[in-house]
């Protein structure tokens, strides 16, 4: 059974971890491929807010080569919020994994 400082802890950690998950949505990256010439941009809901598309990478040729690029950028941006997220959240944890939690 839990005490009431475990249980007390317990809750202003799920307060901070509500605090930073809000800050966090509120964050910004850019992942970007094709050395710069596509940009995406994501933010901590996993929302893009801005593609930029250099008007040279456009061939309409080779549309393939400008998927590749689009898919590469925002696969980076994502793990660089995935990376964001994980590094906010174990400093409040301390590294412990909790359920739910990721």
């Known amino acids: ?9 317990a809750q202003q950690l799920q307060q901070k971890l509500m605090e930073e998950q809000q800050k966090l949505e509120s ?4 992942g970007s491929s094709g050395g ?6 994501i933010n901590g809901k996993y929302q893009v807010t801005e593609i930029k598309i250099d008007p ?3 061939d309409p ?9 689009i ?11 995935q990376q964001l997220s994980a590094s906010r ?3 409040l944890t301390g590294g412990l994994k909790l359920p739910g939690i990721s």
């Open 1 to 9: 059974m839990m005490n009431k400082n475990m249980l007390k802890q």
């Open 27 to 30: 964050e910004t990256v850019t």
């Open 36 to 41: 710069g010439a596509i940009t995406i941009t």
């Open 56 to 58: 040279e990478t456009i």
């Open 61 to 69: 040729e080779n549309a393939d080569m400008l998927e590749d690029l």
């Open 71 to 81: 898919t590469t950028g925002f696969n980076e941006a994502i793990e660089k919020i």
């Open 89 to 91: 959240l174990n400093s």
